[in-house]
């Protein structure tokens, strides 16, 4: 288990700098890695439906409560099965769609990358580990949808893609760090078990909440859905893979994961089925307006989305069976669509409805394609769509107070995605062709959008099948309760079948109102201002501008400004802790204990130190530079430190010839600075001064012995043979350390060089 | 005289924040400086100070007596002067070709120069 998902990750490494190794012939036998995946995950279909969940320990960070598990139940196989089989089409797809480009090493590794990122998600076990994955499928997300970086128009959907879903997923881990406080553990399966732990906190909706901020920015749900169709930029096997048929359902993935911890009447039921009410009516309503056939799948999506988070709302045993079975279905068909629109924007170089036409005859196969995948998503005998569908009303029938309400809204939304799915799967194919195609369209281009379609077809006849291997076992696993007896090819005349004819008959009137579609109509729906994504566009650049102040303010580029602002905090902050801890008991014996020559010196010092300060000669500043210098190895020599005093000397006279030297070719000193600035240089200046004399006597209490200088008077001459303590310690004990330091000045001594020869001639205007 | 030291480096200290927070790059370097040499001497009286004790093991002796100045410190701080200096010697010449190159010693007329960021 751990490979399958790994195995992804290693092929996007081996893929991303492949350079131009990647070529046309390579690229054909990377579709067995998602085909082997697939047959793995197929051969655990059986296990599953006979154990429930399955799990996979793996250690990780196990100090953090981080582990590596993975749990294999029917829902996260489901995703896995869609993952790994649309995943297969896709990069077959992609074979032939993508066969001129010439980035193919970094298309690859970015679909890899995402493709394992995806696996990963929905079979992590562990909280943290899940949210690892999730934004790693955020991150492949934007490198795919900015895969065309020319182009300006992607590069801000990449980013607007990243914001908001990278945006939710901190709030959606700060939903699961609650969640894991809360439960005492980050393993799922043990959180199962603290759903009522959970919903008695006090924190239930802050973390319900910030959840759902995570979900719907992932998922495209009203008022974060605006993501979504600028994604479209992305290659349209990108868009087939990512943004319709697994990583937008993720949100949804998560839902349905906690469902049977965190579901309750209230928040819970009431915010799901209002956002996904809006989302699946705004969306739907959307895409009959569009032209431009991805835009149309763009918003199909959205309402599909919307959709799912409503059954998710519904909650009842009949709604997550229509929910596991809606969201194979729309996988099915909606890659199916995605995958036309492809073949038709390649052969005729335009995916606008309002110039394809009657292109059905010269390519038959990609019609039947396009129908398929309509009738499915039409919800007819005998695609799969027909059982969602029925699904779809019973769990909206069976509400308990407002069946008619939610009943209706189902019922117009499935009106409107039908007459959508006609515009994609009907409307390019018939009338008088538009464009005369050349070439025949590769197999590999309608083979993969024609596959989903007949395995739609093939479930759709196979009722009782469907029902045993996933709607039941689906709902048992999320209510505990098995959903059985639902699903068949002839229910009789019932509520159901009156609102299925009702349905296509509504759906065919508005795709024949709609099925000319206008660029004028475009306009009609899209008022960019008063979007939700136009003005959270504002408020961004709002923030953005706020920062820009800010920063502007904070960093102004001087650096007086800086070193004020640093020292000032670092005087008034320990200036107010040390009044606490200084302790005023000194051993003055030891500390008044003066020798006349040392107070000469100090007085020779004190006078040095002014004039370096207040000399306006630059000169006379070196100087008395160098004096206090000399100074200080004059209190080496005191002090018993004959070895500083000697490189002090040496140092201190280096430095002064040094800078003398250079200060021959530099002006005078400017004189700018008034007075008020002086005095408050001279307080914050004097402030720490003070601050560190205290400082110095404080810590002077304190005993320094640490018994490490005993080691070195004992065993300087019996291990080292040198009698220089001092000297010992620095070739000897301590060898590397100075090695390094004569790395460091050699370092620095190539600095001066250079820069003494640099000469740079394209000097700044 | 700890006092007259710790007093000592107060002031020098002072006097270097002093001359870092002035507009000219030279005043800038000899606060650089100066802070440099307080620091030194800071670690030097923390370290504890021994008149007439330096730790060298006499002739014929294998280990030190008993009373003797602190060897760590003074290896720690015979490092720093040097390292110091190499800091020292690279800033100033960095200075003056700042100077030959831009033809300003002002931090403030610096500032402009790298912030056309607009």
């Known amino acids: 288990m751990l490979t399958a998902v790994l195995v992804g990750f290693v092929a996007a490494l081996g893929f991303a700098f492949a350079g131009n190794h990647m070529r046309k012939s390579v690229s054909y036998w990377i579709p067995f890695l998602p085909a082997s995946l697939f047959v793995y995950f197929a051969l655990m279909v059986d296990p599953v439906l006979a154990d429930g969940a399955i799990l996979f320990q793996y250690n990780w960070a196990e100090s953090m409560g ?159 859905h605006f993501w979504l169709p600028e994604a479209m930029r992305a290659p349209t096997p990108v868009s087939t893979y990512l943004h319709s048929a697994t990583m937008v359902k993720a949100g949804i993935y998560l839902l349905a994961r906690f469902h049977p911890v965190l579901e309750g009447p209230g928040l819970w039921q009431n915010t799901l089925l209002i956002v996904g009410g809006i989302t699946m009516l705004f969306g739907a309503i959307h895409a009959l307006f569009r032209t431009d056939m991805k835009a149309i799948l763009a918003y199909t999506t959205i309402s599909a989305l919307g959709i799912m988070v409503f059954l998710t709302g519904l909650g009842t045993p009949a709604a997550l069976a229509a929910l596991g079975l809606f969201i194979l279905v729309h996988a099915l068909y909606k890659s199916s669509m995605f995958l036309v629109t492809g073949v038709l924007d390649k052969t005729t170089g335009t995916r606008n409805l309002t110039q394809l036409r009657g292109l059905g005859k010269y390519m038959p196969l990609v019609f039947a394609a396009g129908m398929l995948a309509a009738l499915s998503n039409a ?21 308990i107070t407002h069946s008619t309400l939610l009943t209706g809204l189902a019922l117009v939304t499935n009106i409107l995605l039908l007459a959508a799915g006609l515009l994609i799967g009907l409307r390019p194919f018939t009338g008088q062709p538009s464009h005369h195609p050349a070439e025949r369209v590769s197999s590999l281009l309608w083979l993969p959008a024609l596959l989903p379609g007949l395995l739609a077809v093939a479930a759709g006849l196979a009722p009782v099948f469907m029902e045993k291997t996933l709607t039941s076992p689906f709902a048992k696993e999320l209510t505990t309760t098995a959903f059985e007896g639902h699903l068949h090819l002839w229910g009789g005349f019932d509520q159901l079948l009156m609102l299925s004819v009702m349905t296509l008959a509504a759906g065919l009137i508005v795709y024949w109102k709609f099925s000319t579609p206008k ?59 040390i009044q606490y801890s200084l302790e005023f008991n000194y051993d003055l014996a030891r500390i008044l204990d003066i020798q006349a020559i040392e107070a000469v010196t100090m007085l020779v010092m004190v006078i040095s130190v002014v004039v370096s300060v207040v000399s306006k000669s630059r000169l006379l500043a070196v100087a008395s530079l160098g004096s206090v210098g000399l100074c200080i190895c004059l209190i080496f020599l005191y002090f018993s430190a004959p070895d500083l005093a000697m490189t002090q000397f040496t140092i201190d006279t280096l430095t002064v010839v040094l800078f003398v030297l250079l200060l021959n070719g530099l002006p005078a000193y400017l004189l700018k600075a008034d007075r008020g600035i002086h005095w408050r240089d001279l307080i914050l200046a004097g402030g720490f001064g003070a601050l560190i004399f205290l400082f110095t006597l404080e810590v002077l209490n304190q005993p320094t012995d640490s018994g490490i200088n005993a080691f070195y008077a004992e065993n300087a001459y019996l291990l080292a043979k040198g009698k220089n303590v001092v000297n010992v310690i620095l070739v000897d004990f301590r060898g590397v350390d100075t090695l390094i330091e004569i790395v460091v000045l050699a370092v620095a001594g190539l600095g001066v060089f250079s820069l003494i020869k640099l000469k740079v001639t394209d000097a700044p205007e | 005289m700890v006092i007259l030291l710790a007093l000592m480096v107060g002031l020098m200290y002072a006097a270097g924040i002093y001359l870092v927070l002035r507009r000219s790059l030279v005043k800038l370097i000899i606060g650089l400086i100066l802070l440099g040499n307080a620091a030194n001497l800071l670690i030097f009286l923390i370290g504890g100070i021994t008149r007439g004790e330096p730790p060298v093991i006499g002739e014929g002796e294998f280990t030190l007596g008993e009373v003797y100045a602190d060897p760590l410190p003074q290896a720690l701080i015979l490092t720093a002067i040097v390292i110091g200096f190499g800091l020292q010697a690279f800033a100033m010449v960095l200075l003056e070709q700042e100077y030959r190159e831009a033809g300003v010693t002002d931090l403030d007329s610096l500032k402009d120069e790298d912030t056309d960021d607009q």
């Open chain 1, 66 to 224: 981080v582990s590596m598990n993975f749990r294999l139940d029917i829902l996260s196989l489901l995703f896995a099965l869609l993952i790994t089989g649309i995943g297969t089409l896709v990069f077959l797809y992609s074979t032939a769609y993508m066969r001129d480009h010439k980035q193919l090493d970094r298309f690859y590794g970015y679909l890899s990358l995402f493709m394992a990122s995806m696996l990963g998600l929905v079979l992590a076990e562990n909280l943290i580990t899940l949210f690892i994955f999730w934004e790693m499928t955020s991150i492949s997300s934007f490198f795919l949808i900015g895969f065309n970086y020319r182009d300006k128009k992607a590069g801000r959907a990449a980013l607007t893609a990243l914001c908001i879903t990278g945006g939710g997923g901190l709030l959606l881990l700060v939903a699961l760090l609650m969640m894991g406080q809360l439960a005492g553990t980050y393993s799922f399966t043990e959180i199962l078990q603290s759903g009522d732990v959970l919903r008695d906190s006090s924190m239930y909706p802050v973390i319900l909440l910030l959840l759902f901020a995570g979900v719907f920015t992932k998922s495209a749900q009203f008022p974060f």
């Open chain 1, 519 to 577: 660029e004028s109509r475009v306009t009609l729906v899209n008022r960019e201002k008063l979007s939700p994504g136009g003005l959270m566009y504002k408020a961004a650049v709002q923030l953005r501008n706020f920062f820009k102040t800010l920063i502007h303010i904070l960093q102004n580029g001087y650096l007086r400004y800086y070193t004020s602002v640093i020292v000032g905090f670092l005087v008034l902050l320990m200036g107010l802790r």
């Open chain 1, 379 to 399: 919800g007819l005998l005998p695609a799969l769509g027909y059982h969602s569908k029925h699904l779809f009303y019973e769990a909206s029938l069976g509400h």
